[in-house]
């Protein structure tokens, strides 16, 4: 089993679960309580959920198979039954990976109730799928400390990955909200528009816990005496990218916060919004692009040395 298999899927899990839990958990923290109630707004934001924890659940599953024929050097479908019991049940990789079934099993369970107590089973699955994304985070270089240290380095992983998702999933609500129809409510503008507005907090403590959480993480993976040798090797290089692409999205932050949201404040008062709407959308698309590699880059990080021998 080649390691492009695992990145894949480690990407796929990065991305389904972020999504997951920043979905659900954006209108608690961008919408109004009436909002929260509003039948067509849960409908949109919360369609995708159901799908997105049964997808996370056959990821899981198969990465768990393909993490057990690339130790034993095998196919995937010549894996053999007794070292995948003995790796999920022996190991601390098969605790997580437990853990994390249990927690999108609770997901999906929660997700087939949206329709019927939409805020108690958003904040399920908002909680339970932070837990699925932690498992996932661990099984990388924070999975590997040990002692006071590896708690701290667990503890920043979470809270990046986890800052990261309320991001990466207020993005995709966001697209939700304003994507392409022959035309949208003026009800659904304004919304939208407070919603943008109303994340403005949300975003910058997200930006400042991953901006701290990464030093904490830069630290303990690689260690300020460490910089050098590691911008030799494929790991610091890779690292530099996804610094680029994490400034290009606080750059697109920026510029929707203090000028693409007045302007379609603006415009949707003036009574046409079009222009600014493909506008927001455009940089939108852009900035869940640029989160979308920097997910890629993240998977692929977690299976390279950051120092060279």
């Known amino acids: 089993m080649t390691d492009s298999v695992l990145i894949g899927i480690r990407f796929a899990?990065?991305?389904?679960?972020?999504l997951l839990v920043g979905l659900a958990a954006f209108p608690f923290h961008a919408?109004?309580?009436?909002?929260?109630?509003?039948?067509?707004?849960?409908?949109?934001?919360?369609?995708?959920?159901?799908?997105?924890?049964s997808l996370g659940l056959i990821a899981s599953l198969i990465g768990m198979v393909a993490l057990t024929a690339s130790m034993q050097g095998v196919a995937f479908f010549a894996v053999d039954p007794a070292m995948l019991v003995m790796l999920?049940?022996?190991t601390e990789v098969g605790a997580a990976w437990i853990v994390r079934v249990v927690a999108l099993g609770t997901a999906l369970a929660a997700a087939s109730q949206l329709g019927r107590r939409p805020a108690a089973a958003a904040a399920t699955i908002a909680m339970a799928g932070s837990v699925a994304l932690?498992?996932?985070?661990?099984?990388?270089?924070?999975?590997?400390?040990?002692?006071?240290?590896?708690?701290?380095?667990?503890?920043?992983?979470?809270?990046?990955?986890?800052?990261a998702a309320l991001w990466f999933g207020a993005i995709g609500a966001f697209l939700i909200l304003l994507r392409p129809r022959d035309s949208i409510a003026e009800e659904r503008l304004a919304l939208t528009a407070r919603s943008l507005d109303r994340f403005a907090r949300t975003g910058t403590v997200c930006v400042l816990v991953i901006a701290a959480t990464g030093l904490v993480n830069a630290q303990v993976i690689v260690g300020a005496n460490n910089i050098g040798r590691a911008l030799a090797s494929p790991y610091g290089q890779l690292l530099v990218i996804k610094l680029l692409f994490f400034a290009l999205m606080l750059a697109l932050a920026a510029a929707n916060r203090w000028r693409l949201t007045p302007a379609l404040s603006s415009a949707r008062v003036e009574g046409d919004p079009a222009a600014a709407l493909r506008t927001m959308r455009r940089s939108l698309a852009i900035e869940i692009l640029a989160a979308t590699a920097i997910l890629a880059l993240v998977a692929w990080l977690g299976m390279l040395e950051p120092l060279p021998a």
């Open 134 to 163: 932690t498992t996932v985070v661990w099984a990388g270089h924070a999975g590997a400390g040990e002692g006071l240290t590896g708690a701290i380095h667990r503890l920043a992983d979470a809270l990046h990955m986890i800052a």
């Open 31 to 53: 919408l109004r309580r009436e909002e929260r109630r509003d039948p067509q707004v849960v409908e949109a934001l919360f369609a995708p959920q159901f799908w997105l924890a």
């Open 13 to 18: 899990l990065y991305a389904d679960l972020m």
């Open 88 to 90: 999920v049940g022996e």
